[in-house]
């Protein structure tokens, strides 16, 4: 007989919480977890299978443990006069942060994030040993910069989380609440823009906050816009003062030298890779426009998926989309589901699925392709 978890001697903080996951099921039509459903170009995925080869032939040896390399790319890909040594990475944008709170958290700290958003802020956080404190939104789910400040001062984090956009409501975050935000704490700001590409293209990222800022973060990753989620490649700009902080906890060698080689690559074809955003962009549009017209309540997205409201049996309309080969995902937000932009094909299949359904109850029955 196997033991169960409660018979091991489990950190006392630990017990009774739930494993992140999101449904993994082999469906036509997955749009559930937010990943760019494009496939890498060829000429890219060419030059990305080249640079893991020359990488092997030295694979006895451990890799560079700060990846000159690949942070040279990643502050060429940002821009705004960022230095190398303003840039940290690891194995995805969670391993980041998880860095950020084993230096700025730990036990007898707070973390602080606005709900709803990403629920592996709480999660990190806890295993890290520090306490969490959600924060709220308005109803549409925007946060205003007054409001934000108060809050702040009232819990008086550690670290603060800002995701900007926001996931899983695609939320725009305006420039002066992070600005505000920074001002009511002595903590760590971490502004996460996992989702910055998507947003449009003359919205000045928190980058441009960071001079004279020492204890902003922001925070990246290569999974969404490059489509390279399963490479788990994720990282950050800030103070050098705050990477070398970064340093005292990571692993050593944390980044092997083929998750660098394969991510050097990608940097190098940015252009073609981010090629595909204006694409998931449309769809995204058309997705909310559909869903609109279908009687449901799209919310604003910056992000590469579709929160909307208006679903009156949640569970219900997410079986009859799963039924239908479609994997969408519930966030646990009332009448809500969310959905992410595939491709054109992938985004008619939704929405097609959808209004056999008739839960919106405005326009049930076939949803042609935009380019008809």
């Not at 293209?201 to 390279?228: C, I, Q, Y």
């Not at 998931?280 to 997205?301: H, K, M, N, W």
């Not at 008619?348 to 392709?369: I, K, N, Q, R, Y």
Request: proline share 7%; with cysteine.
């Amino acid at each position: 007989m196997s033991a169960r978890l409660d018979d091991l001697p489990l950190r006392p903080d630990l017990r009774g919480l739930t494993p992140y996951g999101a449904p993994q099921a082999p469906l036509p039509v997955a749009l559930n977890v937010n990943e760019n459903t494009h496939p890498v170009p060829e000429e890219v995925a060419d030059d990305i299978l080249d640079s893991l080869a020359h990488a092997l032939r030295d694979v006895n040896r451990y890799p560079d443990r700060e990846f000159t390399a690949l942070r040279e790319g990643f502050a060429e890909y940002l821009g705004h006069g960022l230095l190398p040594e303003q840039i940290w990475a690891a194995n995805g944008s969670n391993e980041v942060l998880q860095h950020l709170l084993q230096a700025f958290g730990g036990p007898g700290r707070t973390a602080f994030g606005f709900g709803p958003t990403y629920s592996m802020y709480p999660l990190l956080t806890r295993a890290t040993g520090a306490s969490y404190v959600a924060g709220t939104r308005g109803v549409d789910y925007t946060i205003a910069a007054d409001d934000a400040a108060a809050q702040i001062e009232e819990a008086s984090p550690d670290v603060t989380f800002l995701c900007s956009p926001n996931n899983p409501t695609g939320t725009p975050l305006g420039l002066d609440v992070i600005e505000a935000v920074y001002d009511a704490t002595d903590g760590i700001v971490i502004v996460d823009e996992a989702y910055q590409e998507f947003a449009p293209r003359d919205v000045r990222s928190a980058l441009t906050l960071l001079p004279g800022r020492e204890r902003l973060v922001v925070s990246r990753t290569m999974s969404k816009a490059f489509a390279f989620a399963g490479a788990r490649v994720g990282y950050l700009a800030a103070d050098p003062a705050l990477i070398d902080a970064l340093r005292l906890v990571r692993l050593p060698y944390h980044l092997s030298a083929l998750t660098q080689a394969a991510a050097i690559a990608a940097l190098r074809h940015a252009p073609a890779m981010l090629a595909m955003v204006d694409d998931i962009v449309a769809q995204r549009d058309r997705i909310s426009a559909t869903l609109d017209a279908l009687g449901y309540e799209p919310f604003q997205s910056w992000t590469n998926f579709v929160l909307f409201a208006g679903v009156d049996d949640p569970a219900a309309t997410w079986q009859g989309l799963y039924d239908q080969g479609v994997l969408v995902r519930d966030v646990g937000l009332p009448r809500s589901l969310r959905v992410t932009a595939g491709t054109e094909e992938e985004s008619t299949a939704f929405l097609d699925a959808l209004a056999s359904l008739g839960d919106g109850g405005a326009h049930a029955g076939e949803v042609s392709s935009d380019r008809d």
